[in-house]
């Protein structure tokens, strides 16, 4: 068992790094879920072993899965994937696995924060939730490390850092009234740099359209390296996106850093835009929490991608703008291989590669 500390990450002198720093493990966790995953997750979980594999190439990567999925799930996985059965309410990693932070000494702890599927009972996605809600502190347990329960609503994918002092997330989302309603923004903003060890929090406006994580800003933007963010982005003035971009555009563009850095931003044009097909649609389980109608638009985005060891994992979501989504990682990131993986089936669910994915940080 790992200890559960009294304290906080900034007391003990711990922070988050950046995505583009060193990883030792990718976490995922299998698809099964059949009002959020169509045809059972079966078209799911080969993006999922698309993505697993692309990452597995430079960062160990465990796979979660249930028990009734166990032999599934390890049969079409290849063998340097580690599977463990786990208990989940679905699949998205980002948010339910721990946040890590490091010290300066090499050592690592888990943050775990509350979960309650994007808004509980106020506009949650699903209930129960408890399942996905443990998940961090097993993760946490099987590295017998330490690590600090938070006591608030938190999604890993409502936060980007860049490991030197700034945190990125949006207002749309951590003052959602189905988040934390009792704690005041200047609450939240504490509690973040408690947690995560950062210095200044960049409060963007809004998320993209029609995002129903509440707008995550993990599906807006992504940071490059401290000082340097994408920017998910469209022309189309007839759009709704389009006026959520160029406000965050702004605020962007007069913001400055924990370390009084101007930012670099790159524009990258949003897929689509894409809806659900009525074959995409027929597939999926209806239930109260998800929209999965003919016509509904998807909240999709490239800037959705996962940095890991040297590597960029793009979801594939429209020929038409994927080599465009392409060519600004390789501006962004001319160090970098990008490996391209089909992803309309995780859009389907609601996130994309990011959403499906936890960095363990290298100590
Ligand atoms: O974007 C994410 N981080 C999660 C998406 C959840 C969608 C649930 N249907």
Not at 25 to 46: F, H, S, T, V, Y
Not at 270 to 277: E, K, N, S, V, W
Request: hydrophobic share 35%; with cysteine.
């Amino acid at each position: 068992m790992s200890t559960v500390l009294q304290t906080t990450p900034i007391q003990d002198g711990f922070h988050m790094p950046g995505e583009h720093e060193r990883h030792d493990e990718i976490w995922m966790a299998w698809p099964e879920r059949n009002d959020n995953w169509r045809l059972g997750g079966k078209p799911a979980q080969e993006c999922f072993v698309d993505v697993a594999k692309a990452i597995a190439e430079v960062t160990p990567v465990t796979m979660t899965v249930s028990a009734a999925q166990y032999d599934n799930a390890r049969g079409r996985l290849p063998e340097n994937i580690r599977v463990m059965e786990m208990s989940t309410d679905d699949s998205w990693m980002r948010d339910i696995g721990p946040t890590y932070v490091v010290n300066n000494k090499g050592e690592r702890r888990g943050v775990q924060w509350e979960f309650n599927a994007w808004g509980g009972l106020v506009d949650g996605l699903y209930s129960p939730w408890n399942r996905d809600n443990e998940v961090a502190g097993k993760i946490c347990d099987s590295y017998r490390e330490d690590s600090y329960k938070a006591g608030f609503i938190l999604e890993g994918g409502s936060i980007h850092t860049d490991g030197d002092g700034t945190l990125y997330t949006n207002e749309e989302c951590l003052l959602h009234p189905s988040r934390n309603p009792d704690m005041t923004k200047d609450e939240i903003e504490q509690a973040l740099k408690d947690h995560l060890g950062v210095e200044k929090v960049l409060w963007l406006p809004d998320g993209l359209y029609n995002d129903e994580t509440n707008g995550h800003i993990d599906n807006l933007i992504h940071i490059v390296r401290p000082g340097e963010v994408i920017l998910s982005w469209t022309e189309d003035k007839e759009d709704p996106q389009y006026e959520i971009s160029q406000r965050a555009y702004e605020f962007l563009s007069n913001a400055t850093d924990a370390k009084g850095r101007k930012l670099k931003i790159h524009k990258m044009h949003i897929p689509g835009p894409l809806y659900f097909t009525a074959e995409e649609a027929a597939g999926i389980d209806m239930s109260e929490g998800m929209e999965r109608e003919e016509g509904e638009r998807m909240a999709g985005s490239y800037a959705n991608f996962l940095i890991t060891n040297g590597r960029i994992i793009l979801p594939l979501l429209d020929e038409k703008w994927d080599g465009e989504a392409r060519k600004v990682l390789e501006t962004a990131f001319p160090d970098y291989e990008i490996v391209g993986v089909p992803a309309r089936e995780i859009l389907l669910g609601g996130g994309n590669v990011h959403c499906i994915t936890q960095q363990v940080p290298a100590v």
